[in-house]
């Protein structure tokens, strides 16, 4: 449920940014003041690479545009940490998040926040937006894995266009995971979760950056964070091999009772190395089990740090 100061934090991450958001961020405060609302903009600069030409130009942009701030990761951290790192920054009963190419038409922006009344995170649908195999492909992935994390009924579609509830957000960007995904994070706090379909605007970036290395990356990254599916696969491996050995020390026995031993020690041989391997596959599912916990008691102390800072108040 939307609380009552109707104030609307909007967190944008930033990495090489066109110009071209000044004009877009204009209009999202437009947006809102027509609605009634008090706009929040937030923009976290992650570290880009160009001596400053980025961060620059978001100073710029603040000193135009009241109640807006920005901020400076101290090294790159990637955008989803960036979104949750701007999350921890704002005040509003609602925060949402866009991407900082401009594609997010801001006509759904108010039925997205008005949609906030009956769910406490709103992620848009991007139909009739022409996509490649590969970003098909990592989109059903990551359905499909939510649906399992989450023992979701409905398909989820995921994008970095979101309404979330504000103090539901921020609780989630406290101590999030060591790779975080935002709306992994929010989804551990609430099942109310909704799509609202919308028409996508084209990018102003020339160059997609999505690669078969970045999806599989990307997957790898949700498997390893949000489920214990590879240590599973690897303790199964163990008990797999475990039987395997078992079976072949009892044939060996059997052999070895009745005299028909062929070849000494063969048999011996491989019932160790099968037993080894089992060992060894068991340890890693066991190792990498507690290094997850410990990697993620470790992220519960300060996991991000800004360099820069810069407040229109």
């Not at 400053?52 to 090294?75: E, R, Y």
């Not at 990592?138 to 266009?161: P, R």
């Not at 706090?189 to 990018?203: A, F, G, P, Y």
Request: charged residues 20%; proline residues 2%; hydrophobic residues 40%.
């Amino acid at each position: 449920m939307i609380k009552t100061n109707k104030k609307v934090s909007v967190v944008i991450p930033c990495y090489n940014t066109s110009n071209k958001l000044l004009k877009y961020s204009k209009e999202i405060v437009e947006v809102l003041k027509k609605n009634n609302y008090k706009a929040e903009i937030i923009y976290v600069e992650d570290s880009t690479p160009d001596n400053n030409k980025t961060w620059n130009m978001l100073c710029g942009i603040v000193k135009k545009i009241p109640k807006s701030k920005c901020f400076q990761m101290s090294k790159n951290m990637g955008q989803q940490k960036a979104i949750l790192a701007g999350i921890q920054q704002s005040t509003g009963s609602v925060v949402v998040t866009i991407d900082d190419d401009c594609q997010h038409d801001l006509k759904y922006l108010l039925p997205m926040i008005k949609a906030l009344d009956k769910s406490d995170l709103i992620i848009a649908k991007l139909v009739s937006r022409k996509v490649g195999l590969l970003r098909s492909l990592g989109t059903y992935l990551v359905k499909q894995v939510a649906k399992s994390i989450f023992k979701s009924e409905n398909d989820i579609y995921f994008s970095s266009y979101r309404a979330i509830e504000g103090d539901l957000a921020r609780k989630s960007s406290q101590f999030p995971a060591s790779n975080p995904v935002v709306s992994f994070e929010i989804m551990k706090l609430t099942s109310r979760v909704k799509n609202i379909e919308i028409l996508q605007k084209d990018s102003i970036r020339e160059k997609s950056t999505y690669s078969i290395s970045s999806l599989i990356s990307y997957f790898l990254t949700i498997i390893l964070t949000y489920t214990n599916y590879i240590q599973k696969i690897f303790i199964r491996l163990s008990f797999i091999f475990a039987f395997f050995a078992t079976l072949l020390l009892f044939w060996y026995l059997t052999k070895y009772f009745y005299g028909q031993i062929g070849i000494p020690g063969y048999a011996s041989l491989i019932a160790i190395v099968s037993t080894f391997a089992s060992l060894t596959f068991f340890g890693i599912g066991i190792l990498m089990t507690v290094i997850s916990k410990i990697d993620e008691k470790l992220h519960k102390q300060d996991w991000y740090n800004f360099s820069k800072s810069l407040e229109n108040k």
